[in-house]
């Protein structure tokens, strides 16, 4: 045996080579351009976070961690490499905490205020072009209003979307854009002796009248346009749906039968603009787990792919985004 | 000139310093952070879709809530956090409201409601919070 094979760098040597072998076998190739972002909101303050995960369910990220007084709550985009659209909780000037939403420029860290208008902020949906943000907001002078608004981030100009309502006491919510930025679909949410009610809403991205696609009694939880923009994903009392916005035809294509044990999460629901394939997060109330599923729009291909314990939080998916 | 070789300790060192390298170069090291600023109250306010019994957890935006400490719990494990014995807040888009401040490792009188629009009546709980924070979940009654 050589002098050589005996030195301890040799063998420091091998250790590395092992273990960096090893490393590199235990992350998978990507399978796709996009990955799953989504938001986990924890069980105690300031541990809300937004995270990604590959299609697959492969190399899980953190891509926004809680700090000492930030914490984040729901993020938008359509790429890594663009800017983002976060909503973040933090401590503000008067030790009381606020609710703001955010542009985020993952490759710089810059951050700065979507809106500067006094109101109660939600979450915010980045436009397929990134040149405009839909989003929840009720301005201080109608705290009760919380409506779908739009903000072009050329003209830096705002306008509330579905404007055509009183109903006090309804807000809106878990927005999707087609994919062409024409139009959106979101929920109307009421609160009644019953319970809350949803109906499905879509609008034009230019504003004007907002027509109902689907009612009360259909328990809608959750939307997103395919790809192609002429069907919507929905989860409903039935599981997901598939609906075809011409016909109005539906199909079940994930009867919750097949998912046992598992309860809805509000707006946890996105499509893929650049290939046939849907996200959903439940709740399985047996392992409690939250689940992460992707499935085809055919209702092929349905996969588990990541999971994460109750107590680290509610996962909400928010978008499908490439790296 | 005799080659020298690297002594016991300094090897032991030389290894564990490349091995971090290697860990942190390569990407596979499993990063479980523990968030060290835990502390505060989260009040939430939920309900169910009424034609959707899967869908049971649906935030309610704008419900006022407010709360007062109601005793200290020396019994409790854990650094006490906090300054406040008062809270007050409207829930927001997601249903909650946090309170960084509130004094932890505590008993708490909570009370969410009444608001009329959406119609919640006024709910009072008394919670134990550890030092550690805590989240609660109100299911709206109208």
Request: hydrophobic letters at 40%.
């Amino acid at each position: 045996m050589s002098k050589g094979v005996s030195h301890p760098l040799f063998f420091v040597g091998c250790m590395l080579q092992i273990l960096v072998v090893s490393c590199m076998n235990s992350s998978p190739m990507p399978v796709s351009s996009e990955v799953v972002l989504f938001s986990t909101i924890s069980d105690t303050p300031f541990r809300d976070c937004i995270c990604s995960v590959e299609t697959d369910g492969s190399n899980f990220q953190r891509l926004l961690s809680p700090k000492q007084n930030r914490s984040y709550l729901h993020a938008s985009g359509n790429s890594l490499r663009n800017v983002l659209v976060v909503t973040v909780e933090e401590l503000g000037p008067s030790g009381q905490i606020e609710v703001h939403m955010y542009l985020y420029h993952p490759k710089d860290g810059q951050w700065r205020r979507l809106i500067t208008e006094e109101g109660m902020e939600g979450a915010g949906y980045i436009s397929p072009d990134n040149s405009r943000i839909a989003y929840v907001f009720a301005p201080a002078s109608q705290p009760k209003h919380l409506r779908t608004w739009i903000r072009d981030l050329k003209t830096d100009s705002a306008r509330k979307l579905a404007g055509d309502d009183n109903e006090e006491g309804a807000w809106d919510g878990y927005l999707s854009w087609r994919p062409d930025g024409q139009e959106l679909v979101f929920l109307r949410l009421n609160l009644t002796a019953d319970g809350v009610t949803s109906k499905l809403m879509m609008v034009s991205a230019a504003g004007g009248h907002s027509n109902t696609i689907l009612d009360k009694p259909e328990g809608i939880a959750a939307s997103c346009y395919a790809s192609d923009g002429k069907r919507l994903a929905i989860l409903s009392k039935s599981g997901l749906e598939i609906l075809e916005l011409e016909s109005s035809r539906r199909k079940v294509i994930v009867p919750l039968s097949v998912l046992p044990n598992v309860q809805l999460v509000m707006g946890s629901l996105i499509c893929s603009r650049t290939q046939d394939l849907i996200a959903f997060s439940v709740f399985n109330r047996e392992s409690k787990q939250y689940e992460l599923w992707t499935v085809s729009s055919d209702g092929t291909a349905l996969s588990h792919i990541y999971n994460q314990g109750e107590k680290d939080g509610k996962l909400t998916v928010s978008s499908f985004i490439q790296k | 000139m005799k080659p020298q070789f690297i002594g016991r300790r300094s090897f032991g060192l030389t290894l564990s310093l490349l091995l971090l390298i290697a860990l942190l170069g390569s990407g596979c090291m499993a990063v479980i952070m523990d968030f060290p600023f835990q502390r505060g109250i989260r009040v939430k306010t939920t309900m169910n879709l009424v034609d959707n019994p899967t869908a049971p957890n649906v935030p309610i935006p704008n419900v006022p809530n407010f709360g007062d400490m109601a005793s200290l719990r020396d019994d409790l494990s854990g650094t006490r956090t906090g300054t406040d014995t008062h809270v007050q807040g409207t829930t927001n888009q997601f249903g909650h409201s946090t309170y960084p401040n509130a004094i932890t490792k505590a008993d708490w009188a909570l009370h969410v409601g009444p608001s009329v629009s959406p119609p919640c009546f006024q709910n009072t709980f008394v919670e134990v919070v550890p030092a550690a924070g805590a989240i609660f979940e109100f299911f709206c009654n109208v």
